[in-house]
């Protein structure tokens, strides 16, 4: 049987990381999951109640790890699959700084919104 390549060196800072974000993003999606389905259901959402639940500090933190882990887990997941498509050279390097660029883009996006949502409470 042929060996699998993989650009995730197992022991890696970034297989690390991308570990634990897959962790984060199991929790949060399950809580996002449960509160958003079952205790308010989809019929009752409305911009004033998601604006409530971001003035309250721990849904907004929450909410905001949920933003990075799912950033970083998906830049760093995208980069690996090119990675294991065969980049190499200065594509590779380009492709990377591009992610780069856009992941923080991402985060400074996500994070106005999310202080948006709160109405400068937090």
Known sequence: M??????????????????VTAAILL???????????????????????????MEQ?????????????????????????LINQGITGSTRTFLKWVLVIAGVILLVQGIRVALAMSGGAI
């Open 57 to 81: 500090l721990g849904y907004f933190l929450t909410m905001l790890l949920f933003l990075v882990a799912g950033a970083f887990h998906g830049v760093n997941g995208v980069y690996n699959a």
């Open 2 to 19: 042929a060996e699998q390549y993989s650009s995730f060196k197992s022991g890696t800072t970034l297989w690390f990381l991308q570990r």
């Open 27 to 53: 929790v949060t999606l399950m809580f996002h999951f449960f509160w958003l389905h079952f205790v308010h259901h989809a019929a009752e959402i409305t911009f004033q109640g998601t604006a409530f639940r």
